[in-house]
């Protein structure tokens, strides 16, 4: 079964920083792009920040200069390094990835996986 499998959120004060882990398991052929994204209470998922498999990365305007998105492709993880940590960065951090993978009827294909989620809260 494929699976991205979060890691690193938690309660950190304004102004801290935290590192959010997502990794990639099962039978994967190839992993494109990554990305993270987020969800906060009463407002639709947002972008956050992604990768290609090339490193190209591209964030959203309200983290720019504060994350920093990663990847490992031997470990078929992503990272996002987050500091000077804001309140309104308080969501669920969602981790996605598209990838070519054997499905659970053993069949190869290729889509977009999410994770189950990682809670992240800044207080003031």
């Known amino acids: 079964q494929v699976q991205l499998v979060e890691s690193g959120g938690g309660l950190v004060q304004a102004g801290g920083s935290l590192r959010l882990s997502c990794a990639a398991s099962g039978i994967i052929f190839r992993i494109d792009d990554m990305g993270w994204y987020r969800q906060a209470p009463g407002k639709q998922r947002e972008l956050v920040a992604a990768?290609?498999?090339?490193?190209?990365?591209n964030y959203g305007d309200s983290v720019k200069g504060r994350f920093t998105i990663s990847r490992d492709s031997a470990k078929n993880t992503v990272y996002l390094q987050m500091n000077s940590l804001k309140p309104e960065d308080t969501a669920v951090y969602y981790c996605?990835?598209?990838?070519?993978?054997?499905?659970?009827?053993?069949?190869?294909?290729?889509?977009?996986?999410w994770g189950q989620g990682t809670q992240v809260t800044i207080s003031s």
């Open positions: 990768i290609t498999s090339g490193g190209t990365t």
């Open positions: 996605n990835a598209q990838m070519r993978a054997l499905n659970s009827l053993g069949i190869p294909g290729t889509r977009a996986y």
